[in-house]
């Protein structure tokens, strides 16, 4: 079954406010990254974390997996803030790792 | 500082010709790399991936198939598009090890007609 629900998938702010984007997993993971999909398509790197909580100017984020969840925290939304963000997780097959995606929040900020 | 280069950006082809991705990693000796697909407004599914030159391996069979020529280099290719091939294919790379941070290239977006 799915492993990753990431919510909300759609979500539209005004300038200036903020809103928190979740992933819940329904395995241990071992770590998170967070991405942004500009409209280009390009995926920026925003947050890895193994642990705890890290934050980046607008953004925070924090992967807390004894309990399963990731959140990415966006305050002040800016308009070049609009785009898909995904959150992607690893945990452990065997000796091996593997990675698991999202279904993305698509997020537009308007005026 | 390392840099992931894709080529080409875009491709308009049409079904039943072949193809070929190119992506280049420079300042990083003997990465992990990866191919992903995407289709549009859908998530990312894992392609390939390879830990060294010469050695791929298939994660999702979709007719597609990839080499590692080169340290720096990974190839995506088919000799016979399917209507099915649209999306947008990225490259990425990671150091080696078991959950390291994926770094990815801006994307090559195709279109199948």
């Known amino acids: 079954g799915d492993q990753v629900e990431q919510s909300p998938s759609a979500l539209s702010l005004h300038e200036g406010t903020g809103s928190a984007l979740r992933c819940n997993f329904t395995?241990?993971?071992?770590?998170v990254q967070w991405f942004q999909q500009n409209s280009r398509g390009s995926l920026i790197n925003l947050f890895y974390?193994?642990?705890?909580?890290k934050e980046n100017g607008r953004l925070k984020s924090t992967f807390n997996s004894k309990e399963s969840y990731s959140t990415l925290h966006i305050r002040d939304a800016q308009l070049e803030d609009s785009g898909t963000y995904f959150c992607?997780?690893?945990?452990?097959?065997?000796?091996?790792?593997?990675?698991?995606w999202g279904l993305g929040t698509s997020l537009v900020v308007n005026p | 500082a390392q840099t992931i280069h894709q080529w080409p950006v875009a491709e308009i082809k049409a079904v039943g010709s072949p193809l070929s991705l190119g992506c280049t990693i420079k300042?990083?000796?003997?990465?992990?790399l990866y191919w992903y697909w995407q289709a549009t407004g859908g998530t990312l599914q894992q392609l390939f991936y390879?830990?060294?030159?010469?050695?791929v391996e298939s994660v999702v069979q979709l007719n597609l198939s990839a080499s590692r020529p080169k340290d720096d280099q990974f190839i995506l290719s088919t000799e016979k598009l399917l209507l099915s091939h649209s999306g947008f294919y990225l490259c990425?790379?990671?150091?080696?090890?078991?959950?390291?941070?994926?770094?990815f290239g801006h994307g090559t977006k195709l279109s199948v007609l």
């Open positions: 992607a997780a690893y945990y452990n097959v065997g000796d091996n790792s593997k990675l698991i």
């Open positions: 395995t241990t993971m071992r770590a």
């Open positions: 974390l193994a642990s705890g909580t």
């Open positions: 300042g990083k000796s003997s990465p992990n």
């Open positions: 390879s830990i060294t030159v010469g050695q």
């Open positions: 990425a790379w990671s150091l080696t090890g078991g959950f390291e941070r994926l770094f």
